[in-house]
T-cell receptor, first 115, second 113 residues
Framework: AQSVTQLDSQVPVFEEAPVELRCNYS??????LFWYVQYPNQGLQLLLK??????LVKGINGFEAEFNKSQTSFHLRKPSVHISDTAEYFC?????????????FGQGTRLTINP | DSGVTQTPKHLITATGQRVTLRCSPR?????VYWYQQSLDQGLQFLIQ???????AKGNILERFSAQQFPDLHSELNLSSLELGDSALYFC????????????FGPGTRLTVL
């Protein structure tokens, strides 16, 4: 079974500073990776996904992530954060066979933006 | 708005009771998933249904059961509730299959007193 490790449980940054949220996954032949964001009292919203192709994936709200197979990582980055980016961020890997599918989530990283 | 609806939004009940959580998937999605989010366990996959059939099972307790109806809505039944069942329960839907993203509903917050 796959596993996902988010290396930081909390990340505080100042507004307009860059941020990187780290995610490592357990190795597999085929990997499908996702980053979701959860704003306070809301459900999860997809930020971006990696299925194949270019290792640099661009998502919504100015976020991007880089898939690194040799380091089994899928770190999320944003060059300049805003107060509105305060939320919990989840890295996930999709696994399954023949129509059976589930997302395996990391423990989440709470991003706090300070003015 | 993801297009996935869940009812009720909040549920407060007592230990030993039984509750039913309801989910309507996005139009066109055949697959429904249930997840539990708690402080100690994080986000855990419970179960998946595809077009009415159970397809995958995760860390779902025997006291919990689910089904997907012909109109594709799904219900998660939790019985003999314990304090530790207090959590946020999310439903998600997708077209089914490993490469498709899952769209999440707003969740049902269950509090067991």
């Amino acid at each position: 079974a796959q596993s996902v490790t988010q290396l930081d449980s909390q990340v505080p940054v100042f507004e307009e500073a860059p941020v990187e949220l780290r995610c490592n996954y357990s190795s597999s032949v085929s990997v499908y990776l996702f980053w979701y964001v959860q704003y306070p009292n809301q459900g999860l919203q997809l930020l971006l996904k990696y299925l194949s192709g270019s290792t640099l994936v661009k998502g919504i709200n100015g976020f991007e992530a880089e898939f690194n197979k040799s380091q089994t990582s899928f770190h999320l980055r944003k060059p300049s954060v805003h107060i509105s980016d305060t939320a919990e961020y989840f890295c996930a890997v999709s696994e399954g066979l023949q129509g059976a599918q589930k997302l395996v989530f990391g423990q989440g990283t709470r991003l706090t933006i300070n003015p | 708005d993801s297009g996935v609806t869940q009812t009720p939004k909040h549920l407060i009940t007592a230990t030993g009771q039984r509750v039913t959580l309801r989910c309507s998937p996005r139009s066109g999605d055949l697959s429904v998933y249930w997840y539990q989010q708690s402080l100690d366990q994080g986000l855990q996959f419970l179960i998946q249904y595809y077009n009415g059939e159970e397809r995958a099972k995760g860390n779902i307790l025997e006291r919990f059961s689910a089904q997907q109806f012909p109109d594709l809505h799904s219900e998660l039944n939790l019985s003999s509730l314990e304090l530790g069942d207090s959590a946020l329960y999310f439903c998600a839907s997708s077209k089914g299959g490993i490469v498709y993203e899952q769209f999440f509903g707003p969740g049902t917050r269950l509090t067991v007193l």
